[in-house]
Nanobody
């Protein structure tokens, strides 16, 4: 029953910024971990950034120093602030959440991010 509403994707020039938002609803419990996966054309889906329910973040090497992840537990929402975007950041970004009590991963429908050079 968990549902995600993702927003903030779009087309941006290299060096620009985007802020992705993902609001969850119908959650039986808080997500122990939330994050964003990226799937580039012809590539496997990879974890870009994640954040625990206590606010501890982790980033892929490609995102370190440029991206910031945050969450608002009261709003059941996770954000990804992407700065200094590069063409290689292009892909479909999927909101992701994990609820330990069900040992299950939940996925959003994805939002397209395109960075032009």
């Amino acid at each position: 029953q968990v549902q995600f509403v993702e927003s903030g994707g779009g087309l941006v020039q290299a060096g620009g910024s985007l802020r992705l938002s993902c609001a969850a609803s119908k959650t039986p419990a808080n997500f122990n971990v939330m994050g964003w996966y990226r799937q580039a054309p012809g590539k496997q889906r990879e974890l870009v950034a994640s954040i625990s329910n206590s606010g501890s973040p982790n980033f892929a090497d490609s995102a370190k120093g440029r991206f910031t992840i945050s969450r608002d537990n009261a709003k059941n929402t996770v954000y990804l602030q992407m700065n200094s975007l590069k063409p290689e950041d292009t892909g479909v970004y999927y909101c992701w959440g994990y609820i330990a009590m069900y040992a299950r991963d939940y996925w959003g429908q994805g939002t397209q991010v395109t960075v032009s050079s």
